[in-house]
Nanobody, 116 residues
Framework: QVQLVESGGGLVQPGGSLRLSCAAS????????MGWYRQAPGKQRELVAA???????NYAGSVKGRFTISRDNAKNTVYLQMNSLRPEDTAVYYC??????????WGQGTQVTVSS
């Protein structure tokens, strides 16, 4: 059974930082591309950051320079370090594991709220 379990969300003030974690089980983690998506109320889910099995990463323009995605294959975990958070970063953040198109899995999501 495949499980992606996110953690690390919460309430943070503007300018603050959070680190999200996604622990995977039931897959050969090292061969999967991993991604973080987010969905704000009334908006479509959007890609925030992704990292390939080889370690190459890409980011949405709105988070480039503020967020960093990384992976630890020994721990079957992908991380999203979020710095300089803004109110517009408020959303539910989802972890995604993709091997090929059509073969992918999602976590249950973790809420990130940026507010003073």
């Amino acid at each position: 059974q495949v499980q992606l379990v996110e953690s690390g969300g919460g309430l943070v003030q503007p300018g603050g930082s959070l680190r999200l974690s996604c622990a995977a089980s039931g897959i050969t983690f090292s061969i999967y591309a991993m991604g973080w998506y987010r969905q704000a109320p009334g908006k479509q889910r959007e890609l925030v950051a992704a990292i390939t099995s080889g370690g190459s990463s890409n980011y949405a323009g709105s988070v480039k320079g503020r967020f960093t995605i990384s992976r630890d294959n020994a721990k079957n975990t992908v991380y999203l370090q979020m710095n300089s958070l803004r109110p517009e970063d408020t959303a539910v953040y989802y972890c995604n594991a993709r091997y090929v198109p059509g073969l992918e899995y999602w976590g249950q999501g973790t809420q990130v709220t940026v507010s003073s």
